[in-house]
């Protein structure tokens, strides 16, 4: 088996989270289908980044039936109380350290990776590719294949962190080996991604 020399990452539930103990039960239920095992097509779409932020905002009205105003002002917070996963942050730092290359492979809306880009772990990554900026979404094959060929990645080489585990077999089916990270327990995920790579 080939040595893991590219290690990618995605963003929402690996790298970046919502602390639930800083929000009120209501907020936490307006965004309760991040954690259903498909989200609504609504919201696929904005990471596409085929609709707008206003059309989200509509949408997420719509589906919390709820008037505008509460859904803009919920959307806002919620990119706006992403933080750093501790653990996570810290074994990427580890990594850079022992020269494996890093990138994220996210499906992420333009407001989120605009605001997440600015974060300090943010600086190790090596490359990205997001689905908003490529119209397309995981766990389709071609954004893997795009990331693949545009930092001239060798497969066998790479493994895909993902707390989805529909997109890390998408990344075993692409020839990457895939770890399926538990969004619950970060620090358990990490301390075995250190076995594995440290």
């Known amino acids: ?50 609709v707008s932020y206003d059309e989200t905002i509509e949408a997420l009205a719509a589906y919390n039936a709820c008037d505008r105003e509460l859904a803009e002002k919920n959307l806002k917070h919620s990119i706006l109380m992403q933080e750093e996963i501790p653990a996570t942050k810290s ?33 190790h990554f090596d490359g990205e590719v ?9 766990p389709d094959a071609e954004i893997y294949r795009r990331l693949e060929s545009r930092y001239g990645l060798n497969p066998a080489e790479t493994l895909f962190v993902d707390d989805r585990p529909k997109n890390t077999e998408a990344a075993r089916a692409c020839g990457w080996r895939g770890f399926d990270f538990d969004h619950h327990n970060p620090e358990d995920s990490c301390a075995r991604l250190r076995e594995m790579l440290l």
Request: glycine fraction near 4%; include cysteine.
């Open 1 to 50: 088996m080939e040595k893991i020399k590219n290690v990618v990452f995605d963003l929402g539930g690996v790298v970046f989270a919502r602390d639930p103990r800083k929000f009120e039960p209501e907020f936490i239920k307006f965004f309760s289908y991040i954690n259903l095992p498909e989200m609504p097509h609504f919201w696929e779409e904005y990471d596409r980044g085929v």
């Open 91 to 123: 074994l990427i730092a580890e990594l850079k350290a022992a020269n494996y290359k890093l990138y994220v492979l996210s499906n992420m809306s333009l407001e989120f990776i605009e605001f997440l880009r600015q974060k300090e772990v943010y600086r």
């Open 130 to 138: 997001v689905s908003c900026v490529e119209h397309v979404v995981k």
